[in-house]
């Protein structure tokens, strides 16, 4: 039996649908998530106990699982993880990316450098240390409005605000400041949590490519339109719907840049998810993570005859050519459920209305009561998932709005304590 291990910084749900794939495919698959090396098999999934803070050491640690039984191929969920996975494929002599690459790709700064030296349209950016103060940073010459701040390691939207004037700016650093350091983001430990990212604002609409490099050449698996406009002052992701509706000369150029943008980062190998902007100037790449898109969404996007997404990287992980593998017929749309408001979740009524709605697959609702929501640019998660299949794009973009509609979130203040 082939054996693949998966790095993960958790279990999670991600998970579970490459342990359902490796299950159909007869494939072993062996996990490492960053998790107390003390304790014993704590989720009780027989994982790799490994830290991402300390590469050498978990390296190590795979190598010696590797040495009793070798993996076949290595595959990575999540950004810190594939920095890891770039590292211990080369360390056991598998196909795998550039470690360079993998931690340009989960670097905004870097990704911003390298696509500039190749020739890629990128907006004007610097890097604001946190410790210098925003007084520093919003005098800085180069600095124009309307502007956008991030952190440089954080994804999802975590921490992206747009700026607007100097006060606008002055209150964004601050907000970003307070957030890496905060405990959840502090233990990430990824030596990039003290430096803000602020670039000049790209206005047009955003696109998902999701795709697979082999030998450097990408194969794109589909792209998402994203209907909803983000253009601040938050940058929350909401509904991805695919096919998408550009028209085939727009197609065209996207998938060059794309492709164009994995070279400039040097990755050649294993899934790629990025994120781009096509506006007045051009065509933006805002980022291309190695690894696949995260979460639940991965079910929005199913190939013919009914694989999933993990199916297919799998096989891909495993030297199979997936270039046959094609996108379903039928149109799909996720919408990552928003969050209203701060507080503390405690029922969520309409979900058996919602998945009445012609179209609607399934409702997902995976907070928890009493669960501590936080809306964006703070929030590290959402509330959950509506899908959606259709015979057109605009039906299923439809559905999962009409679906969320029908949804109603009670939410209680949180009451928070000051610990000192």
């Known amino acids: ?44 999934d027989r994982a790799i106990a490994i830290r991402f803070h300390d590469e050498p050491h978990s390296v190590a640690a795979i190598a010696a699982t590797a040495r009793r039984r070798p993996f076949e191929a290595v595959l990575a969920v999540g950004d810190r993880p594939a920095v890891l996975a770039a590292r211990t494929a080369r360390r056991l002599g598998l196909a795998g990316n550039n470690p360079a690459a993998a931690e340009a790709s989960g670097n905004k700064r870097l990704a911003r450098e390298r696509f500039r030296a190749h020739g890629l349209l990128t907006p004007w950016h610097l890097t604001a240390p946190i410790g210098d103060g925003v007084r520093a940073a919003v005098n800085d010459p180069r600095v124009r409005f309307p502007c956008v701040l991030k952190p440089l390691g954080l994804s999802g939207s975590r921490g992206v605000i747009r700026a607007n004037s100097v006060e606008e700016f002055t209150g964004a650093f601050e907000r970003i400041r307070a957030l890496v350091k905060r405990g959840d983001v502090r233990a990430v430990r990824s030596a990039i949590e003290d430096a803000i990212l602020v670039e000049g604002f790209i206005p047009g609409r955003e696109f998902a490519v999701e795709g697979v490099l082999t030998a450097g050449r990408l194969q794109t698996f589909t792209v998402f339109d994203k209907p909803d406009p983000l253009d601040g002052p938050f940058f ?141 640019p703070e929030a590290g998660s959402y509330l959950g998932f509506i899908f959606a299949r259709a015979e057109t794009a605009a039906d299923a973009e439809a559905a999962v709005r009409a679906a969320h509609a029908r949804l109603q979130f009670r939410i209680e203040p949180a009451i928070d304590v000051a610990v000192g």
């Open 236 to 376: 929350e992701e909401t509904i991805y719907v695919t096919p998408s509706a550009l028209d085939a000369a727009a197609y065209a150029s996207l998938m060059t840049t794309v492709q164009q943008a994995t070279a400039a980062l040097g990755l050649s190998h294993g899934p790629i998810h990025a994120e781009c902007r096509i506006g007045p100037d051009g065509i933006f790449i805002l980022e291309v993570a190695a690894r696949p898109i995260g979460g639940l969404c991965s079910r929005a996007l199913r190939f013919d005859p009914g694989a999933s997404l993990e199916e297919v990287l799998l096989r891909h992980a495993l030297g199979e050519d997936v270039s046959g593998w094609r996108r379903e017929a039928r149109a799909s749309a996720v919408m990552m459920i928003p969050i209203p408001k701060r507080g503390l979740l405690k029922r969520v009524d309409g979900v058996e209305s919602a998945s009445r709605v012609p179209n609607i697959e399934d409702v997902r609702i995976t907070a928890k009561p009493d669960q501590l929501l936080e809306p964006l």
């Open 1 to 44: 039996m082939s054996r693949v291990l998966l790095i993960s910084t958790t279990t999670g749900y991600q998970l579970r649908s490459f342990d359902a794939a490796a299950q159909r495919l007869g494939v072993e698959v062996v996990f490492a998530t960053d998790r107390c090396h003390q304790l014993e098999d704590p989720w009780q």
